[in-house]
């Protein structure tokens, strides 16, 4: 996920409009909680996350020297992803033993992320230090925890696993394909007019066949090939009557052709996600003329409730959060 400075001017708003607004007791109809609020959140923070093991791709060409290494779901590259990868050579604080490469644990961002990679030749026998003329494969293997503060309103709990392969360094050369697995236990929490919405539970991802040009080409956008994200998560809102949730499975899809905008598939809702900017919209349902973005359809039942029945709500979420 890309995550930016809080917003303070929101902060200042919303902390000033505290100070007056949550001494009053509520009452009205208990809080709803629909598939498409539910669909759009998942797609939101889907996109965002395969858009971020995308960018983690270029780097990772370099064969663990340059160390940007994949993660399963949060953007923890450094590097842009339309930098030319280099081999810088392999960190002091990783040791060699067993056929793969362990380092020492590191704080990203806030995350405590734990590595370790494995050279392997065209027969599947390890190398121990790379060679571009040997080593035909690499495997990363990465655990990532932390947690996560996007702007006032967004803020994510991270437990991941991942188990990667870049293969055809020689053979397809300059092209590359990746494929792999990944699994974890996640929590993502947003603040909005409606209440306090979050989606906790478990997420599997597979990527499957994700063919990225040579690394010299001016863009690094995949060719072909899909990521599956499987979620299986509890749904949940806070609002200001009262609470709901409910238990959700999901699978999202997104089909690479070449273009800044793949195809993003979650149930019979299809969208673009922008691979530059991570965000997703044009989400449209099967038999809908209604195109909006993710964030739109987040936000479209607000705009059929009643005004101040929608500030009551985001009054009482604001004073739940900071009491």
Same mark, same amino acid.
């Given at each position: 996920?890309?995550?930016?400075?809080?917003?303070?001017?929101?902060?200042?708003?919303?902390?000033?409009?505290?100070?007056?607004?949550?001494?009053?007791?509520?009452? !009205?109809?208990? #809080?709803?909680?629909?598939?498409?609020?539910?669909?759009?959140?998942?797609?939101?923070?889907?996109?965002?996350?395969?858009?971020?093991?995308?960018?983690g791709f270029t780097a990772n060409v370099a064969a663990a020297g340059s160390f940007a290494m994949v993660s399963p779901s949060y953007n923890l590259v450094t590097t842009g992803a339309s930098a030319t990868p280099a081999f810088n050579g392999i960190s002091a604080t990783c040791s060699y033993a067993d056929g793969r490469y362990s380092c020492a644990a590191t704080t990203e961002q806030g995350m405590t992320v734990t590595r370790s990679f494995a050279f392997y030749d065209a027969q599947g026998a390890t190398v121990q230090n790379f060679d571009a003329t040997k080593?035909?494969?690499?495997?990363?293997?990465?655990?990532?925890?932390?947690?996560?503060?996007?702007?006032?309103?967004?803020?994510?709990?991270?437990?991941?696993?991942?188990?990667?392969?870049?293969?055809?360094?020689?053979?397809?050369? #300059?092209?590359?394909?990746?494929?792999?697995?990944?699994?974890?236990?996640?929590?993502?929490?947003?603040?909005?007019?409606? @209440?306090?919405?979050?989606?906790?539970?478990?997420?599997?991802?597979?990527?499957?066949?994700?063919?990225?040009? @040579? #690394?010299?080409?001016?863009?690094?956008?995949?060719?072909?090939?899909?990521?599956?994200?499987?979620?299986?998560?509890?749904?949940?809102?806070?609002?200001?009557? !009262?609470?709901?949730?409910?238990?959700?499975?999901?699978?999202?899809?997104?089909?690479?052709? !070449?273009?800044?905008?793949?195809?993003?598939?979650? !149930?019979?809702?299809?969208?673009?996600?922008?691979?530059?900017?991570?965000?997703?919209?044009?989400?449209?349902?099967?038999?809908?003329?209604?195109?909006?973005?993710?964030?739109?359809?987040?936000?479209?039942?607000?705009?059929?409730?009643?005004?101040?029945?929608?500030?009551?709500?985001?009054?009482?979420?604001?004073?739940?959060?900071?009491?």
């Open positions: 996920m890309r995550f930016r400075t809080p917003m303070l001017s929101a902060a200042a708003m919303l902390l000033a409009v505290g100070a007056v607004a949550c001494s009053t007791d509520l009452a !009205g109809p208990a #809080p709803t909680l629909d598939d498409v609020t539910i669909d759009a959140d998942i797609a939101a923070t889907s996109g965002d996350a395969v858009a971020s093991q995308i960018t080593v035909e494969s690499v495997n990363f293997h990465a655990q990532i925890d932390g947690n996560f503060q996007r702007d006032l309103f967004w803020s994510a709990g991270v437990h991941r696993s991942q188990d990667l392969t870049v293969s055809g360094l020689i053979s397809m050369s #300059p092209q590359r394909k990746w494929n792999g697995l990944g699994s974890g236990a996640d929590t993502v929490t947003h603040i909005g007019f409606d @209440g306090i919405r979050s989606l906790a539970g478990n997420a599997a991802d597979t990527v499957n066949n994700v063919l990225m040009p @040579g #690394p010299d080409a001016a863009s690094q956008v995949p060719l072909s090939g899909n990521i599956v994200v499987g979620v299986d998560y509890t749904a949940s809102l806070e609002g200001a009557t !009262g609470s709901v949730s409910k238990e959700v499975k999901r699978r999202v899809v997104v089909t690479f052709d !070449g273009t800044n905008t793949p195809a993003l598939a979650i !149930g019979s809702m299809t969208c673009l996600l922008h691979l530059d900017t991570h965000s997703v919209d044009s989400c449209q349902y099967a038999g809908s003329l209604a195109t909006k973005s993710a964030a739109e359809k987040s936000a479209a039942l607000l705009h059929h409730a009643d005004a101040s029945e929608r500030w009551r709500k985001a009054r009482e979420s604001f004073c739940q959060k900071v009491s």
